[in-house]
């Protein structure tokens, strides 16, 4: 247990740390709620590119497929050769409330027909549209996943300040209003105590001077 001084200037620093740490907790809780708001606008948004994410992986299968049916498998597989290759990000980042989240700048990866790598001449059109599609998948991969990141740590981040509210206004501020009250209490009888010893003091000052004075 804290060694507390049972003082009025102890007293005074105790109610200004409780004032401090409810300032404390205020602005936790203003943060916390603004960062909840921030993360279900957020979750919204994964929720619709996840749905546009499998419609659109649906509809690149499905062309994939119409393409393997019809097209030369060698045509197909060597236009897929052509148009591998890496894929380059630039990853940046900004604050939210001063959670630190990622920005995903790139180029679209849909491309045009002379951007693949492959001849024009050699392919045709079902191959052109099953490469669009998986390019088009792989944007909203590449966007998702940024999205994604800044939802997990602002998730996090709602978890933290939680826990630091929850500290602040279960342990610390009771802790301190207990300290503050102890001291006001044994103030009070401390005062009670010198009031008593000072009537004490003065009946006795009175008798000595009734039996000091003299007799008429």
Do not use: C, W
């Not at 979750?43 to 097209?71: N, P």
């Not at 050769?81 to 630039?90: H, N, S, W, Y």
């Not at 300040?161 to 300290?179: C, D, F």
């Amino acid at each position: 247990m804290e060694q507390i001084n049972p003082t009025r200037m102890e007293l005074i620093r105790k109610n200004a740390q409780i004032k401090l740490a409810e300032q404390g907790r205020d602005l936790l809780r203003q943060k916390m709620d603004a960062l909840i708001q921030e993360f279900f606008h957020i979750m919204e948004s994964v929720s619709q590119s996840r749905d546009e994410l499998e419609r659109r992986a649906d509809v690149a299968q499905h062309s994939l497929l119409i393409a393997l049916a019809v097209d030369d498998p060698v045509t197909l597989k060597s236009a897929s050769f052509a148009t591998r290759r890496g894929v380059t990000l630039d990853i940046k980042g900004k604050n939210i409330m001063g959670v630190p989240v990622p920005i995903i700048e790139k180029k679209r990866f849909v491309k045009g027909l002379l951007e693949r790598g492959y001849s024009i001449l050699g392919v045709s059109g079902r191959i052109d549209e099953a490469a669009e599609n998986f390019e088009a998948e792989l944007d909203l991969i590449i966007s998702l996943a940024e999205t994604e990141t800044s939802l997990r740590r602002i998730g996090s981040e709602i978890q933290m300040t939680r826990r630091r509210v929850n500290a602040l206004e279960q342990v610390l501020i009771p802790e301190l209003k207990r300290q503050a009250k102890y001291i006001e209490i044994t103030i009070d009888e401390r005062e009670r105590e010198d009031l008593y010893r000072l009537k004490k003091v003065k009946k006795i000052i009175e008798r000595k001077k009734k039996t000091q004075s003299p007799q008429l």
